[in-house]
């Protein structure tokens, strides 16, 4: 079982749904908790970042993180067409005495449709 | 605003040839990681750098091996090339101790193909 799961997809939606994305992990460690959005043939973009539990929100898109279900999700509110990417999760454990890498979930396609 | 620089942006190579690929990261960033996608897969770590010293290893193969120079550009060297060692090469940096919160800054990548 990988560390990070997440439905790859594809999801396909009409202009001004509202899309729901979601991860589930295994490591009761992690603390940090990101959503990355990648564009065809371009490097991982950062859109989301909280740690620990809770909600997170900026402009169009909203961040929920649930620790005891060990479950993220992003929130995409009035979709656009720009909004067609590949979105990643990715987090991290919380450790003082070292840098730890990065887990990426395999990513979700999304196709806003016009 | 200046971004993490990778190059070169696409390489050609046949198996057993080596490769090198290059990471200029952000200015004022010290924390360089990379890591390799191949197609349709999620991106796995390979290795890290904090202040030009290795910080974490993943999955990196024994053929690959990576450094960190005094101007904190970092690159990666691949011997003995396979097939498999075909995907898109990312190099991301951070601020120093921000790494370990997953607030990484991408590159566009670096795409090799071996033949």
């Known amino acids: 079982q990988k560390e990070v799961e997440q439905d790859p997809g594809p999801l396909s939606v009409p202009e001004g749904a509202i899309v729901s994305l979601n991860c589930t992990y295994s490591?009761?460690?992690?603390?940090?908790f990101m959503w990355y959005r990648q564009y065809s043939r371009k490097g991982p973009e950062l859109l989301m970042y909280t740690y620990s539990s809770g909600n997170k929100e900026d402009g169009r898109f909203t961040a929920q993180v649930d620790k005891s279900s060990k479950y993220i999700s992003l929130f995409i509110r009035d979709s656009q067409p720009s909004d067609s990417a590949t979105y990643l999760c990715?987090?991290?454990?919380?450790?003082?005495?070292?840098?730890?890498?990065?887990?990426f979930g395999p990513g979700t396609s999304l196709s806003v449709i016009p | 605003a200046a971004g993490v620089i990778q190059s070169p942006r696409h390489l050609i190579k046949e198996k057993r040839e080596t490769a090198t690929l290059k990471c200029y990261p952000i200015p004022r960033h010290d924390t360089v990681y990379w890591y390799q996608q191949g197609p349709g897969q999620d991106p796995q770590f390979l290795i890290s750098?904090?202040?030009?010293?290795?910080?974490d290893k993943g999955s990196i193969p024994d053929r690959f091996s990576a450094q960190q120079f005094s101007d904190y550009h970092s690159e990666l060297n691949m011997s003995s090339l396979e097939l498999g060692d075909s995907a898109l090469y990312f190099c991301a940096s951070s601020p120093s101790g921000q790494g370990c919160s997953g607030e990484l800054f991408f590159g566009e990548g670096s795409r090799l193909t071996v033949l």
């Open positions: 750098f904090y202040e030009k010293m290795q910080s």
């Open positions: 990715a987090m991290s454990a919380d450790l003082e005495t070292s840098y730890d890498k990065v887990i």
């Open positions: 490591n009761s460690a992690f603390q940090y």
